[in-house]
């Protein structure tokens, strides 16, 4: 195969230097893979071809054929003789054909660039000090490389609408945009809601919405992340940090299983915005807008920032005292989450075979998928907990075996994470029946009967790995420290599988994972620092007869279970 793809590559030329490429492949994309770049402003790698910016202007030339006998013309040192455009083009909708010649850098092309820059910065106003977008403007970028450093234009420049709202979380400056169209294409190809366009010609061209609509759905957000200038703005983050003063956190959403990559930007401690990362295996460059909302359950109200024992504060290290005791007797049980980390899943294992447990359980979230980025399955890390071995089937949504159990009296302890079992079916009486442990991030009416709370992190606030619906495992990175009060759920749980042990076990991340690999043969081979950026995708096939609920995704087609005769 990979002797067949290397057959059908095609060899074009990049100001001077040969470079092999698939056919057809975008010269934006090929200058790319020399290291180089052409400015563009209306190109996105994930969208259509519009170009209407013509910033990525190149000289573009062709070997030359004999009219009359169509054989090839050469020069007199025997090489194709390159027959030059008379005019520039655009590499963004130029595809490589064998023997191409472009340049990006000639007196010609530099020119025409320098020509379209002046163009786009005659109405565009002088506030990059005050812009959003300052900082990571494209504009900015290469009106500093392409740009005259004055201007020529004496008449009054056009005022168009400033501070439009365009939908509930983005907002237009439209004085700003240079009508590159790429927010009206994501609108039309990726979230299938064609409610943006153009309005008025000329210079007096605006960007609004279809009348009686607005953006409104939940990819909204997306426009801004594309926006190669300060025009499209998200009203969350408008005006509340300079993004050089940004720290960046590779990271993963936590909303359903799709797992889409994310950058998580934070300062002092505090997170200020979650943005796309690349990956053209999960989800692109895209991202839903509710995932980008859930850095606000770090300040919410009803965040634990201490443990408590009997509803008395106490030190996390007294908390993990009185839970191991309490989980030393007997009719243990476990509610794991698909909420937590691999390392947290496969930790829960073994407390579970130390205290025998009576059973494991998971708590199902199922929620409408809309074919894109949001999955049926809310919770990110079931697979995870599959691929430990916490669990062997896929949960339910209710916790009534759990239930019985604790009516029956075989179970008299609970050890919980993550989960509110009051909201899983159990009730607040037979919660009063058993010794309950719960290791959370928010109260809840679990924490208030609990007899010990441990105070937790949020994703955000540790580092791990989760499996997405795809069996890929996908590691992220601790953005901000928690509250002083809480503690690690890894090493929380370390230490209590320590003290049920009365061994010494692994608490960091990196660590636990020698355990992982030795112990799991799908993670056989792998380490925290050794998983892709982009996830490492592990074999499923031993689950494949489970029916899992998630349909149709970007870049994820179901598995097809063969109905029982």
């Known amino acids: 195969m990979a002797e067949e793809k290397k057959d059908n590559l095609i060899t074009v030329n990049i100001d001077g230097q040969d470079l092999q490429v698939p056919p057809g492949t975008n010269m934006v994309e090929a200058v790319k893979m020399l290291g180089k770049e052409v400015p563009h402003y209306c190109y996105h790698p994930k969208l259509s071809i519009a170009g209407n910016c013509r910033m990525c202007l190149v000289e573009m030339g062709m070997p030359g054929r004999d009219r009359a006998t169509g054989e090839p013309m050469l020069n007199e040192d025997g090489t194709p003789k390159i027959m030059w455009m008379p005019g520039p083009a655009i590499a963004c909708g130029t595809k490589a054909a064998p023997g191409m010649h472009i340049k990006t850098s000639s007196p010609k092309a530099v020119e025409s660039r320098e020509s379209v820059t002046e163009f ?85 061209s605006t960007l609004t919405c279809f009348p009686g609509k607005e953006l409104a759905n939940n990819y909204s957000l997306n426009t801004v992340d594309i926006c190669p200038v300060g025009a499209l703005t998200s009203t969350d983050f408008r005006f509340k940090m300079r993004v050089w003063f940004l720290k960046e956190s590779k990271s993963v959403d936590f909303e359903s299983s799709v797992g889409c990559n994310t950058v998580v930007s934070s300062r002092e401690g505090k997170v200020y915005r979650v943005t796309p990362r690349r990956n053209d295996e999960v989800n692109d460059t895209w991202m839903p807008d509710s995932g980008r909302e859930l850095y606000k359950q770090i300040e919410a109200d009803n965040r634990l920032s201490f443990s408590s024992v009997n509803g008395s504060q106490t030190s996390a290290v007294e908390a993990l005292k009185a839970a191991a005791e309490l989980l030393k007797g007997e009719g243990v049980a476990i509610v794991g989450s698909g909420r937590n980390t691999v390392e ?222």
């Open 120 to 204: 786009l910065l005659v109405n565009h106003p002088l506030d990059c000090p005050i812009c959003d977008q300052a900082g990571e403007c494209k504009l900015q970028e290469f009106s500093a490389s392409h740009g005259r450093g004055y201007s020529r234009f004496v008449e009054e420049k056009n005022v168009k609408p400033k501070r439009t709202r365009l939908g509930p979380r983005v907002t237009l400056d439209d004085e700003r945009c240079i009508l590159c169209s790429r927010c009206i294409r994501f609108s039309q190809e990726v979230a299938k809601d064609d409610v943006l366009g153009f309005t008025d010609r000329g210079s007096y």
């Open 344 to 565: 947290e899943q496969f930790v829960l294992k073994q407390i579970a075979e130390q205290t025998n447990a009576k059973g494991v359980y998971l708590v199902a979230r199922y929620g409408d998928d809309d074919g894109i980025l949001i999955s049926k399955d809310r919770n990110p890390n079931v697979r995870g907990a599959l691929a430990t071995g916490l669990i062997s089937d896929l949960p339910a949504e209710q916790l009534s075996v759990l239930a019985s159990q604790i009516d029956s009296g075989e179970v008299n302890t609970i050890l919980a994470t993550k989960e509110d079992l009051v909201a899983a079916g159990l009730t607040a009486e037979q919660l009063k029946k058993v010794k309950l442990v719960v290791i959370d991030t928010h109260a809840s009416e679990t924490t208030e009967n609990a007899d010990v709370v441990i105070a937790g992190l949020t994703q955000f606030e540790k580092s791990g790995s989760v499996i997405n619906q795809q069996f890929r495992i996908q590691k992220f990175h601790k953005a901000v420290p928690g509250p002083v009060g809480s503690i690690d759920d890894l090493a929380a749980l370390a230490a209590i599988q320590a003290s049920l042990s009365d061994e010494t076990y692994p608490s960091v991340v990196g660590t636990v994972w020698e355990k992982i690999a030795a112990e799991s043969s799908i993670f056989e081979g792998l380490s925290f620092k050794g998983i892709a950026d982009t996830g490492n995708l592990l074999d499923g096939s031993a689950f494949a007869g489970l029916a899992f609920a998630e349909g149709k995704s970007l870049h994820f087609e179901p598995a097809v279970a063969e109905v029982a005769k």
